[in-house]
């Protein structure tokens, strides 16, 4: 193992046990183009993570060519007018460093971590990716193949992997989360080169992103890196296209059944919640905390241990930009019918709705947000990361240092209050997720 790994590991632990302990002192800045700027300074360890948050994801697509946001995290590593095809891991792996970038329904994130006197590599790099990068028919074609061999390891062949896509169809009809991030495999076949060049030009310009740095870094010295290679990429010409869709009320409750090539049964409920960051929101977090997280979870205490209803269960409310919806669920035990895993699941909800939380359950609860909180900024890849969500979602980067008191601010009537109003059955989807018949 190489010295810059082992100082990674061994400064970890005390890492996590700073965290929040002190306020995360950030510099904000913003370019000419548009370009929001933030670095964090920590020289704890000789390491910086570099990354770029661009404000796209899945929501941003033509209904016609699904998938481009999820299929551009991959092809814009092929390289660019400067780097090689399959270059840039390799710069990155010289580097002692590591790479890389995920998608959601609402943004796309690539990241790198590197020795920190390796700085300017990593702002060159995402440099050439915003300005240079190569979209041309042999990298599409390549990736075409790497996103479909994904979606047969993530969904169409792992059990259980399509109940988020059938959910969210059922979940919404209007708006654009409706469609999975991954997208379809049609509409990718069917884009020609000047599909995939008109979405680089319309998303990937400077006055659609954020630049985020947290580590080791000199903050002035930083700011000069960050001007030189980003600061003569030109604006887009014209508005960054943001989907104006409102969906409308569910109108009541949504059944359906759905077949899959599974084993055990389950059900699947998904609930309208309202969007990250608003009042209600938080209190609807807790609540999926209380409901899955741990092995003392209600769920998990209720249906797996007591009544032996379910070999999983959970529920998890999607943080989303736009309202979104929480997603409550049973995995069930040989023999269990699904409507009985439902109503058990139901019970469990209902009685948050009537009952008060004990002190304890609730003290407990508090523990928990707050150890999630501090967890997901113990590092300065998350602090990075934290940082570019809060500016870009809700225009705030300060939340990393006040958002958890929003948390702690819920009270036990607002988890009841938010139970009776979200999580009732006409604003709900149940979905019975069944093994498909087996033909003689």
Excluded at 21 to 46: A, M, R, W, Y
Excluded at 250 to 278: K, W
Excluded at 340 to 367: G, P, R, Y
């Amino acid at each position: 193992m190489n010295k810059f790994l082992c100082t990674i590991i061994l400064s970890s632990a005390c890492m996590l046990s700073q965290a929040q302990l002190n306020k995360i002192d950030f510099q904000e800045f913003k370019l000419e183009n548009g370009l929001q700027v933030i670095l964090h300074q920590d020289k704890s360890t000789p390491i910086v993570a570099v990354s770029v948050m661009y404000h796209v994801g899945s929501k941003n697509e033509n209904p016609d060519r699904t998938g481009f946001a999820h299929f551009f995290e991959h092809l814009l590593f092929e390289g660019s007018e400067n780097i090689g095809r399959g270059e840039y891991d390799k710069y990155i792996e010289k580097a002692g460093g590591t790479l890389n970038a995920n998608t959601s329904m609402d943004r796309t994130y690539y990241f790198e971590i590197l020795p920190s006197n390796q700085l300017e590599l990593g702002l060159w790099l995402e440099s050439e990716r915003m300005l240079h990068a190569k979209v041309e028919t042999v990298g599409i074609e390549t990736q075409r193949q790497v996103v479909k061999e994904e979606r047969r390891q993530r969904i169409d062949n792992q059990p259980y992997g399509s109940f988020l896509e059938q959910i969210m169809q059922r979940a919404y009809k209007v708006h654009p989360y409706k469609w999975p991030v991954i997208g379809s495999m049609a509409h990718l076949d069917a884009a020609v080169e000047a599909d995939y060049k008109n979405f680089y030009k319309d998303f990937y310009v400077p006055n659609n992103a954020i630049v985020s740095i947290a580590g080791d870094i000199d903050y002035e010295n930083a700011k000069v890196l960050v001007t030189k290679y980003f600061g003569s990429i030109p604006k887009s010409a014209k508005p960054v296209y943001r989907p104006s869709a409102i969906e409308p009320a569910l109108g009541g409750e949504v059944r359906d059944t759905f077949y899959d090539n599974i084993q055990l049964p389950g059900v699947i409920m998904a609930y309208r919640i309202p969007a990250a960051g608003t009042p209600d929101y938080y209190a609807v977090s807790m609540l999926g905390t209380l409901l899955s997280q741990g092995e003392s979870s209600r769920l998990q205490k209720a249906l797996v241990d007591e009544q032996q209803k379910a070999v999983a269960v959970g529920n998890f409310p999607l943080d989303l930009e736009n309202p979104g919806v929480s997603i409550a669920y049973g995995i069930c035990s040989m023999g269990t019918d699904p409507l009985a895993a439902e109503m058990a699941i139901s019970n469990e909800i209902d009685k948050i709705k009537t009952e008060t939380i004990s002190d304890d359950e609730f003290q407990k609860l508090k523990n928990q947000v707050e150890n999630d909180f501090v967890t997901s900024n113990s590092r300065v890849a998350g602090i990075a990361e934290s940082l570019a969500n809060y500016k870009m979602y809700y225009g705030d980067a300060n939340l990393i240092n006040t958002e958890l008191q929003r948390f702690l601010s819920v009270t036990k009537d607002d988890i009841k209050r938010v139970a009776n109003k979200y999580y009732n059955k006409n604003n709900r989807v149940v979905m019975h997720y069944l093994p498909k018949p087996v033909n003689p």
